[in-house]
């Protein structure tokens, strides 16, 4: 059963966390609700922090060829993007939000969502970017070549938000292997782990709230040009 994180003093929205795994498919049904019960006015936003058993998820962008080893579930996310991997170690934050009330601006929408998990990533030392043409969060492997150690995906119904990010805390990176990560095979995938820095569930997910007010005030303002 989901734990309540300590309620934000600066919105109604609702934090939902999940220490344990909860399957793909369940989740999608459940967000899916809530996403129309929002849009209807009969539910508060929320923001969910849950992990996954290990799956493949398919953007409506996906690629059948880029599906290399099936190994584990597959299923069709209705998100934009294409494939993506989620399993144990691995932090994901859905995001359900009711953009009316805030600035119609879907791009300023992935914009502040990729600097809430750069600006946390920030928190433990890990200096995280955008790439002009490569979806996600990237950083600097122990390789010395870039890496990608999140991802984004959104879909948006009728204004309101779904779907959202993913954070490599200390997910078995094998896994990733099955598929050709979000369409980009030239760069791989790292983790905090992998970088030595150990985070678990609890302390990602406190950094990433003491994070929640920027993330909000970002979205009252239209994504100018400093979100190219």
């Known amino acids: 059963m989901p734990d309540s994180l300590r309620p934000s003093p600066l919105s109604q ?38 992990e996954h058993p290990p799956v493949y998820t398919a953007g409506t962008s996906a690629n059948p060829a880029e599906l290399l080893d ?49 600006d946390t990533l920030g928190d433990f030392g890990v200096t995280s970017w955008r790439a002009p043409g490569r979806i996600g969060i990237w950083t600097q492997d122990i390789d010395g070549r ?3 150690i999140g991802a984004i995906g959104v879909r948006i119904r009728r204004w309101v938000t779904m779907h959202g990010f993913s954070v490599n805390l200390s997910p078995d990176l094998s896994h990733f292997g099955g598929i050709v990560p979000c369409g980009i095979e030239h760069f791989g995938v790292t983790s905090l782990e992998r970088l030595g820095i150990a985070v678990d569930q609890q302390a990602w997910d406190a950094a990433l709230q003491l994070r929640a007010a920027s993330f909000l005030a970002a979205l009252e303002r239209p994504c100018g040009e400093e979100a190219a």
């Open 13 to 50: 929205l609702e934090w939902r966390r999940d220490t344990a795994p909860v399957p793909y498919r369940a989740a999608l049904e459940e967000m899916t609700a809530r996403n129309a019960a929002i849009a209807a006015g009969t539910a508060r936003e929320l923001i969910w922090l849950l």
């Open 70 to 118: 099936p190994r584990f579930d597959v299923v069709e996310a209705g998100r934009g993007g294409r494939y993506t991997y989620h399993g144990p170690g691995q932090r994901i934050g859905y995001v359900l939000l009711d953009l009316k009330r805030r600035t119609r601006d879907v791009r300023g929408f992935v914009h502040a969502l990729e600097g809430w998990v750069i």
């Open 146 to 148: 870039e890496a990608k």
